[in-house]
């Protein structure tokens, strides 16, 4: 079945740490996102990619970095320099800007 | 800059009971989606309206699109608890979409 793996599903980090967040999706979708959910809040746009090699960013990039070397990965880096990272990562990807997004399921990130 | 907003923020019903959540904007998009999010999940697709004054029907939920293309509702007939979870719109314009905060309903049985 096509769709979107996000891994891990929880992850915990010391301050200080980068970490990075996994986005693989099987569906042949050129474009693909990473949304920032705090509880209780809608989506934040953090970083978009429309094609292989290149990558936007969003309302709130500061403190995150991406790649996009196969159209298939889209990995979230979340750095030191992001003061307030625990949030629900979701990774979504579309054919095109217009349609419908495809979400992974998610990854929680916590700060310990 | 661009905004859509949603409202209620939240909605507690009956069981049985009708439920409607709104999305509006102030400018004109070329389409507005519709995404429902289980609690602990992560959003799934509902559908998406195009055409000014559309109205599509999924089973007990109706969506529609305002003539004007600046606003949109979500109504769902006789909820069940299977409805709960939060619903969002979605609308694209000028290259971006912009999700709404979404609407968190409680259904009680």
């Known amino acids: 079945d096509g769709g979107i793996t996000q891994s891990p599903k929880y992850l915990f980090r010391k301050e200080g740490q980068n970490v990075t967040l996994s986005c693989e999706q099987n569906?042949?979708?050129?474009?693909m996102y990473w949304y920032r959910q705090d509880p209780g809040q809608g989506l934040r746009l953090i970083y978009y990619?429309?094609?292989?090699?290149?990558?936007q960013k969003g309302d709130i990039a500061e403190g995150y970095s991406v790649s996009r070397e196969k159209k298939e990965s889209f990995p979230l880096t979340v750095t030191s320099a992001q003061k307030n990272p625990t949030a629900f990562y979701l990774c979504?990807?579309?054919?095109?800007?217009?349609?419908?997004?495809?979400f992974g399921s998610g990854t929680r990130l916590t700060v310990v | 800059g661009q905004q859509v907003m949603q409202i209620p923020q939240y909605q507690h019903v009956q069981e049985g009971e009708d439920f409607t959540t709104y999305c509006n904007s102030s400018?004109?998009?070329?389409?507005i989606q519709w995404y429902k999010q289980r609690p602990g999940g992560h959003p799934v697709f509902l559908i998406q309206?195009?055409?000014?004054?559309e109205v599509k029907k999924q089973k007990r939920l109706t969506f529609q699109f305002g003539e004007a293309k600046k606003n949109s509702s979500l109504h769902i007939t006789a909820t069940q608890t299977t409805d709960v979870g939060t619903y969002f719109c979605?609308?694209?314009?000028?290259?971006?979409?912009?999700f709404g905060a979404g609407t968190r309903l409680f259904v009680k049985a």
């Open positions: 569906l042949n979708h050129d474009a």
């Open positions: 309206l195009v055409k000014s004054g």
């Open positions: 400018t004109t998009l070329s389409n």
């Open positions: 990619s429309q094609i292989v090699n290149d990558f």
């Open positions: 979504a990807s579309t054919p095109d800007r217009v349609a419908g997004y495809t």
């Open positions: 979605a609308g694209f314009r000028g290259g971006k979409t912009i």
